[in-house]
């Protein structure tokens, strides 16, 4: 079956196997993640569980802990025309996990240009409201303010114009064009965004860590490339897979299809209505389910508790084991998480009442973010790696 994976789309049923071969990422491996658990005090059920199944050196981040050089975050999220996803808050918490567990500095890049160089929205002006709204969805998760910087790119160019620059000077066209599959109707706009992507990468002299799911990994390609020419480290990364939408396995979830996904910031009421009428991995009939059992592995609502609502491993083991002897019907188990989903709605959108003074803070006035308004870039001696 086919499928695409690329910054701008992502569709039909993705094989990571074969996308970790052509991506050239690694595999986070069971040694890997040991050693993350060790430093980390623990891990996220997202590592835990695998859902984070990539990276690209991940290895040296943890090296570089250890030995004191530290390493940086770095993430990202382009506003569009309609509400963040569940999906996109993936990312988010596993950044933040980071930061709390690591201690170190998180960027959050609002590219609000890319969309509309992409040609998915018809003006910037469609984009701005979502542009408040996505800080806001970001800001209310509780990254630590005076280590965190939140920038949209609009506002932040000056600072950023110089080093994108550099970057987009040792970037090809040839070499842009196969990694990205530009052609003659992409605007030109999306053929330099990709330099302005790679620059938060340049913010610190250590090594970014970048938690994103995999369709970001050819921006990040093109900057090890370039990086190490201006003196600068490899980015590292984090990659994830993407989050079923409510139709079925493998589906996406669309923030512009409503069916598909449940948005932040959408009627709790309603998105627990969507939950009853998800897809499972369930019988034709309550008698077949008792007597054959159902299929978690299938299962959108069980994909949805192992990933954000159910965070005891033991109980998420249990809830897996009653599906498949038949002791555990749909009904129940949607309804669960139907009201988990909701009760998770309804938390964060009132934290989101007071996300706008944390916004101002890691946007402007908190430790890093002062600092980050009297960034200047410079090329350094090329470094080998
Ligand atoms: P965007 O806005 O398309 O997506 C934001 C982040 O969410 C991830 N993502 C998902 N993760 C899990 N399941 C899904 N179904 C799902 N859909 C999207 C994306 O991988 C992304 O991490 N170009 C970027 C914005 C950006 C960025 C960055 C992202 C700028 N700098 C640095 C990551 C790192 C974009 O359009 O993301």
């Not at 490899?234 to 948005?263: D, H, N, Q, R, Y």
């Not at 709605?345 to 308004?373: F, T």
């Amino acid at each position: 079956m086919s499928y695409e994976v690329t910054p701008w789309e992502v569709s039909g049923k993705v094989d990571y196997d074969r996308l970790i071969k052509e991506f050239g990422v690694s595999r986070i491996t069971p040694e890997l993640l040991g050693k993350l658990r060790r430093l980390a005090g623990g891990l996220h059920p997202l590592l835990e569980r695998g859902f984070f199944f990539a990276h690209r050196d991940l290895d040296a981040v943890l090296r570089d802990y250890e030995e004191g050089r530290g390493f940086f975050l770095y993430t990202g999220r382009a506003p569009s025309k309609s509400p963040m996803h569940i999906g996109h808050l993936i990312p988010f918490l596993m950044t933040r996990w980071l930061q709390e567990r690591f201690g170190v500095n998180a960027y959050i890049m609002i590219p609000d240009e890319e969309k509309y160089l992409a040609k998915k929205v018809e003006s910037l002006d469609e984009v701005e409201p979502y542009v408040r709204q996505d800080i806001l969805n970001i800001a209310a998760l509780g990254f630590d303010e005076d280590k965190t910087f939140i920038f949209r790119d609009t506002e932040y160019i000056g600072h950023m114009y110089k080093a994108a620059v550099h970057v987009a000077r040792h970037i090809n066209f040839s070499t842009a064009k196969a990694v990205f599959g530009f052609h003659g109707e992409t605007s030109i706009g999306l053929i330099f965004y990709p330099a302005l992507q790679i620059v938060p990468t340049l913010f610190e002299h250590r090594r970014p860590l970048i938690p994103c799911a995999i369709d970001q990994d050819p921006y990040f390609r093109l900057q090890r490339d370039v990086a190490p020419k201006l003196g600068y480290y490899k980015t590292a990364e984090l990659l994830s897979k993407f989050v079923w939408g409510l139709l079925g396995p493998g589906t996406k979830m669309s923030a512009s299809e409503p069916e598909t996904a449940i948005l932040l910031n959408e009627d709790p009421d309603e998105a627990a209505k969507k939950i009853m009428n998800a897809f499972t991995g369930g019988r034709a009939t309550k008698e077949e389910q008792r007597r054959l059992g159902g299929n978690p592995d299938i299962c959108v609502v069980y994909h949805w508790y192992s990933l954000l609502f159910e965070e005891d491993e033991k109980a998420l083991q249990k809830r897996r084991d009653d599906c498949l002897h038949g002791r555990l019907l749909c009904g129940p188990c949607k309804r669960e998480l139907a009201q988990r989903v909701k009760r998770f709605l309804e938390q964060h959108q009132r934290r989101l009442k007071d996300a706008e003074k944390k916004a101002r803070r890691m946007m402007y006035d908190g430790k890093l973010a002062s600092k980050m308004w009297n960034w200047d870039f410079k090329p350094l001696q090329p470094r080998e790696e």
